[in-house]
Structures are given as structure tokens and as C-alpha cells.
């Protein structure tokens, strides 16, 4: 009779619940993020200056951080290309000898380039973060000067973690380079005075050309700045940028190389930097700037011979 009375007693089952409150949060939680997801690259492709973002973070991480280049759809880049050089295609021209100042040409092909080298500082970063150039052409860093590249310090990071000195660099990523360009002293022009700056611009053409003598070599002017840039300062303005310029001219003469006066696809009509190219700090550039720095680049072009196909 006691075995009739004892009580069956069953496990109570766990409720599901929790389970289900989890399962729940998770969906919540992963629709919100799609969606911020979403509205992210919707806003991020209708922002107007979006390439902007990868310039910026590159001046802000400088040495810390490599930028993967922004790469432009090839649709973008055709038509750009093919709207400059449609600009060009029924002109006339003349085959002559390339003077110092090198005169608007013909457009060259992009393969053009496939032996040049680009050396420079934050400027020329922007040929590389935008994916204008290939990064193995375009040896540039931020905060670098002429006194960096005379006295081989090493400032330019190329592979490994140790910075590299330029000619370093230039035997890493361009070994036997055809050509040779050079923008750099926007760095330099504040802590020095045109004459001596130019002193060791002619200093560093000199080994460049010992170095490497069968290279085209072009230096190139200053890029403009806006009227209201945020670099301005007694010892850096549009009246000692002009006279650099001016300088860096004589000195290409007196060298044998050739110079790109490249400010005037940059400046508008008052001297200044043109607003749309103005990455925001009245100096840089945005993407835009920089393709039009390359287009002038190929409208711009030595033959090996030394003879260009002029504009006439």
C-alpha cells in the first residue's frame, strides 16, 4: 500500500524562454546592424566629397597606417580620360625638340609611366590613395623636405618596417627608372629662404643625375594654395610659393632637366588653388585634383629622343 501512495514526481521541464529571448535579440540585433550597414554605403556613395575620407585618414595615421588606394570604377576613369583626350584628338601638331619648360603635347598612353617614379611628400600621397598611379610608381610620405632627401634620411616606407632613404627606395620599387619625377618643398619653403632651398634642390639633381643617368628627370612646381588656406603664415604664402617657382625654373635650365609647371591645371585665374580641388585645408588635394595633375602628366610628355608632338 505505501508503494500505491508514493508520489510520482516528474522533472520539470525548463522553459524556453531565455531561448527564445536570445534568439530574438540576436535577429534584432543583426537586422540593426544591416540596416545601419545599408544606410551607410547609401549616404557614403551620394556624399560628394566621400573621397575625402581616405585622404583624410591617411593625413591624420600618416606613418601608422597604409591607405588602401581608392580605386575609381573603370567606367569613371575611361570617361574622364577619353573626355581630356577627345579635347585633344583633332589638333594639330609639331614634332620638335622638348625645351626646359615643357610645352602641352599630344597625350601620351598610360603606358607612359609604366617606367617612372614619383617622389615627393603629402602631395604626391594623394597619387597613391586615390589609385591615380600605382603604388609602386609613387615614392611619397607626409612631412618630408629637401634637406631629407640630401642628407639620406630615411623617410620613406616602402617594405619591412625600417623607413628607407628616397635612393633606397628608388632601387626597392623602381630600379633602372626611365623617368624621374619630382615635387617636393611645400615643406621646406616655410623654415627656409628660396635661395638656399634652391641651393640643396640643386644639390639632390646633381646625385640624381649621377645616380641615375639615363633617366628623363622632372621637377615639378609647387602646387597652389587657396586664398584662405590654414597653412598661411609670413614665410608661407602665394608671393614665396611664385618665387620658388620661379627659382625651380632657372634651376632646371641651368641643370639640363626638365620642368612641369603643373600649378596652372591646379590655379584659377586669381592664382589661387581651384575651390573644387580643395580637399578642405586650402593645400591638399581631393581626387579630382590629382587626375588633373595626371592629366597634365600626359599632355606633358617627353619622347625618349627628347622630342615631344607639340601642340600648335
Known amino acids: ?24 535579440a540576436i535577429l534584432a540585433l543583426s537586422t540593426a546592424l544591416t540596416a545601419a550597414f545599408v544606410f551607410f554605403i547609401i549616404d557614403d556613395l551620394s556624399r560628394p566629397h566621400v573621397d575625402k575620407l581616405s585622404f583624410m585618414a591617411d593625413k591624420l595615421f600618416g606613418e601608422a597606417l ?19 583626350s577627345s579635347q585633344t584628338e583633332n589638333v594639330q601638331t609639331e614634332h ?13 598612353d598610360d603606358s607612359y609611366f609604366d617606367d617612372a617614379v614619383f617622389i615627393g611628400d603629402s602631395i604626391s600621397v594623394g597619387l597613391r590613395v586615390y589609385g591615380v598611379l600605382p603604388t609602386q610608381n609613387v615614392i611619397a610620405e607626409q612631412n618630408v623636405n629637401i634637406m631629407n632627401l640630401v ?18 627606395a628608388i632601387d626597392e620599387k623602381m630600379p ?43 621637377v615639378e612646381s609647387l602646387t597652389p594654395i587657396s586664398q584662405d588656406s590654414e597653412y598661411i603664415r609670413d614665410t608661407f604664402n602665394t608671393e614665396k610659393l611664385n618665387d620658388f617657382n620661379e627659382r625651380l625654373y632657372q634651376l632646371a635650365q641651368e641643370k639640363g632637366v626638365y620642368y612641369l609647371n603643373v600649378q ?32 597634365y602628366y600626359l599632355t606633358h610628355a617627353v619622347q625618349p629622343d627628347g622630342y615631344i608632338d607639340k601642340i600648335v
Not at 96 to 108: F, I, N, S, Y
Not at 151 to 168: I, L
Not at 178 to 207: C, M, T, W
Open 1 to 24: 500500500m505505501a508503494q500505491l501512495n508514493r508520489r510520482v514526481t516528474r522533472r520539470k521541464r525548463t522553459g524556453r524562454t531565455p531561448f527564445a529571448v536570445l534568439i530574438s
Open 66 to 84: 597604409e591607405v588602401t588606394p581608392v580605386q575609381e570604377t573603370a567606367e569613371t576613369m575611361q570617361a574622364f580620360q577619353k573626355g581630356e
Open 264 to 295: 596652372e591645371a591646379l590655379k584659377d585665374d586669381s592664382g589661387y588653388l581651384i575651390s573644387d580641388y580643395d580637399a578642405g585645408d586650402g593645400m591638399h588635394l581631393k581626387s579630382n585634383g590629382h587626375k588633373a595633375m595626371y592629366q
Open 151 to 168: 642628407n639620406d634620411t630615411p623617410v620613406y616606407r616602402t617594405s619591412g618596417a625600417e623607413k628607407k632613404t628616397v635612393f633606397q
Open 176 to 218: 633602372n627608372p626611365g623617368k624621374i619625377y619630382i615635387l617636393i618643398g611645400a615643406n621646406g619653403v616655410p623654415g627656409l629662404s628660396n635661395e638656399a632651398h634652391i641651393g640643396y634642390y640643386g644639390q639632390f639633381l646633381d646625385r640624381l643625375k649621377k645616380t641615375y643617368p639615363n633617366a628623363m628627370i622632372y
Open 96 to 108: 620638335v625638340k622638348a625645351e626646359t619648360l615643357v610645352a602641352k603635347t599630344k597625350p601620351a
